[in-house]
């Protein structure tokens, strides 16, 4: 079995490129050696040897791209696989920059090393690579001495083939395959780097978008921090230095023996305080709920709200508590302690009414009270700090289980709070849904 030399016309005509004719005559060669070539079949034979190179490239390219969700790993990965598979002298992707919209070198392969630190190219302005991302066509450019767009870098080159990276019809970047021979590339060159390029595209969006996905929840994760620091912290020193201030109060008055009661009352929850706290932290359950069913848990919180405000409460529950996720309980828990809290701090209210309401589908607690209530409207829940974490906190432990937060409130009306969660997991409601009624 003979094999036209790469460079020769029948070549060109045949392999329609540079495919790496090393490899093909190997296995051509050893096809011969088996006595698996006969006269009049090495055209037929070399055909599939051709089409079976290219399908163990696109398998290996598949692999690695689906090997690792590291961006870095990935694209190294593939350009040794192309320059080792291929046989070609310099290989490079380049991602447009979201910020500026210049082309950068992400990875590289044959290039010197000052190339990948230093270039940056316009795109639709500085060299191929940059018609090729702004147009979103693949070129190939057989002499590059003879194309005005081309920009000689540390290594020039012969010819150069640059295809987009592509996403449905956005364009992420640019795969730039060079050669130090002129008229290097042909049809199956544009053909099976247009197959990597299509899957390249996807797997750096894929880890455009896990990156993105970890940081979100890098992001999700210091809001339930904000909110454990509020619930936890907040909740804890207001409720202990109202104690305080009762006991400053009472010493004022000469009453020694309640002012002490009021004191261990202090010291109590500021040990609870601690320990929830601490509980935090190591992202543990609120420290009642570890032991007691949530119905039990709120009716000893409303106890001791009555003991502390002298309110009347009424508490009912209605179903089975124990059908909840411990997730849902924890928010129900941390919601109702926070309407509590800002009852004893802000609304002069006489009579708080709550029901806890357990269904099949989902769980219902609502909190109203009779004071001196507000205008939702006149409060810019999204920026502004005051009850950024108390309110907000409150409504953003709804919506991460499936769930949503109601208020109703007015001037001398009152105010009414209902929290809805789904008993079985369901997807986070909207960002945007913010159901606040005046």
């Known amino acids: 079995c003979v094999l036209p030399p790469p460079t020769s016309p029948t070549n060109e005509r045949f392999l329609g490129g540079s495919i790496t004719h090393s490899v093909q005559l190997v296995k051509c060669q050893n096809f011969a050696s088996r006595d698996e070539i006969g006269s009049g079949c090495a055209t037929v034979t070399l055909v599939g040897v051709i089409e079976l ?33 291929l046989g070609y002298s ?29 270039v940056r190219l316009r795109v639709g302005r500085d060299g191929i690579t940059g018609w090729v991302a702004s147009t979103g066509a693949p070129l190939n450019v057989p002499d590059v001495s003879r194309d005005s767009r081309y920009v000689p870098g540390p290594s020039p080159a012969a010819s150069e083939l640059a295809l987009p990276l592509r996403i449905g019809s956005q364009t992420i970047g640019v795969l730039d395959v060079q050669s130090n ?19 390249a595209a996807i797997a750096i969006e894929n880890a455009r978008l896990y990156d993105r996905t970890r940081q979100m929840g890098v ?5 339930r921090l904000a909110r454990e620091i509020h619930d936890v912290l907040t909740q804890n020193l207001t409720g202990t230095l109202g104690h305080l201030e009762a006991a400053d109060g009472l010493l004022g008055k000469g009453d020694y ?16 305080g601690l320990q929830e706290a601490r509980r935090s932290i190591v992202g543990l359950r609120a420290a009642p709920l570890e032991y007691l069913p949530l119905a ?82 006149q409060i810019d829940y999204l920026n ?27 001037a001398a009306a ?22 606040w009624i005046g």
């Open 53 to 85: 190179k290219e399908t163990e490239i696109l398998y290996e390219v598949g692999r690695a791209l689906i090997s690792t969700l590291d961006h870095e790993k990935v694209l190294q990965q593939i350009l040794k696989i192309v320059q080792e598979s």
């Open 90 to 118: 310099r290989v490079g992707i380049l991602l447009i920059d979201e910020e500026t919209g210049e082309l950068y070198v992400k990875a590289a392969s044959g290039h010197a090393p000052q190339v990948t630190k230093e």
């Open 181 to 199: 021979r002129k008229a290097a590339f042909g049809a199956r060159d544009l053909r099976i780097l247009s197959s990597f390029a299509d899957q």
């Open 219 to 223: 992001i999700e994760e210091r809001n």
């Open 257 to 272: 023996a309640k002012a002490q009661e009021v004191l261990r009352r202090a010291m109590e929850q500021a040990r609870q």
């Open 296 to 377: 039990q848990v709120l009716a000893t919180e409303v106890n001791a709200f009555i003991a502390e405000t002298g309110l009347h409460v009424s508490y009912q529950v209605n179903g089975d508590d124990s059908v909840l996720p411990p997730e849902a309980t924890t928010s129900l828990y941390r919601i109702c302690k926070e309407a509590l809290s800002n009852i004893r701090c802000h609304a002069a209210a006489q009579n708080v009414s709550i029901s806890l309401s357990i269904g099949r589908q989902s769980c219902m607690i609502t909190i109203q009270d009779d004071g001196v209530g507000f205008d939702p409207s």
């Open 384 to 410: 502004s700090t005051e009850n950024r974490f108390g309110l907000v906190g409150m409504r953003e432990r709804a919506r991460v289980l499936g769930g949503t937060m109601i208020l109703q409130s007015g």
């Open 414 to 435: 009152g105010t009414w709070i209902k929290v809805e969660i789904p008993v079985k997991g369901q997807r986070p409601a909207e960002e945007d849904a913010w159901p």
